[in-house]
């Protein structure tokens, strides 16, 4: 059984800091890009970035772009959202996800957008002083 | 970026009622469309990828249609474990881009 289990969230004070983790279990994580979402309620779902399965490229919203670093470590199965410079806006649930389609060998170096199809339960991230 | 126009926001309707909600892209995203549905305090599930195709394990009564710019969703005879909120996303390009979903309530 597929599973994504996310971890990290908090109260945090504006310009802080925040690392999210997202343990997964079930498949062959090295074998599937992953990506974020956030959700609040006036802004809605919001992609935040996205991992390629070897973990050599990645994409970020503009809204996150300098800020956000996302990496994986695939011996630990184990993706990681290190939030910095935290601001008021960023405050919502993170998802981790994980994007269908298996990836094999050279292919796992590039991101192929496809359904995300697993979620795990998210995590609330609230940026306030 | 990829705008995804839902509607209606919101819906009622009885169990049994045939249910129907569109959602328009801003540009051609050929079949990347992909329907899911978020009961509170959950996260999204999906339903429908690439337009049309059943996720495995979701009921028949839920079917996706469309192609380009225009798509429906579609349940044939309304449930009450149907009652969430339904969102269209498309995955054509980056940023991927959510519709602002449809909360569907019993009438």
């Known amino acids: 059984e597929v599973q994504l289990l996310e971890s990290g969230g908090g109260l945090v004070q504006p310009g802080g800091s925040l690392r999210l983790s997202c343990a997964a279990s079930?498949?062959?994580?090295?074998?599937?890009?992953m990506t974020w979402f956030r959700q609040t309620p006036g802004k809605g779902l919001e992609w935040v970035s996205v991992i390629s399965g070897s973990g050599s490229t990645t994409f970020y919203a503009d809204s996150v772009k300098g800020r956000f670093t996302l990496s994986r470590d695939n011996s630990k199965n184990t993706l990681y959202l290190q939030m910095n410079s935290l601001r008021a806006e960023d405050t919502a649930v993170y998802y981790c996800?994980?994007?269908?389609?298996?990836?094999?060998?050279?292919?796992?170096?590039?991101?192929?957008?496809?359904?995300?199809?697993?979620w795990g339960q998210g995590t609330l991230v609230t940026v306030s002083s | 970026d990829i705008q995804m126009t839902q509607s209606p926001s919101s819906l009622s309707a009885a169990v049994g009622d045939r249910v129907t909600i569109t959602c328009q892209a801003s540009q051609d995203i050929g079949n990347y469309l992909n329907w899911y549905q978020q009961k509170p305090g959950k996260a999204p599930n999906l339903l429908i990828y690439d337009a049309s195709n059943l996720e495995a394990g979701v009921p028949s009564r839920f079917s996706g249609s469309g192609s380009e710019t225009d798509f429906t969703f579609t349940i044939s005879s309304l449930q009450p474990e149907d009652i969430a909120t339904y969102y269209c996303?498309?995955?054509?390009?980056?940023?991927?881009?959510f519709g602002q979903g449809t909360r569907l309530e019993i009438k």
């Open positions: 996800a994980r994007m269908g389609g298996y990836c094999i060998s050279t292919s796992c170096q590039t991101v192929e957008l496809r359904p995300t199809d697993y």
């Open positions: 996303q498309q995955y054509d390009n980056l940023p991927i881009t």
């Open positions: 079930g498949f062959t994580f090295s074998s599937y890009a």
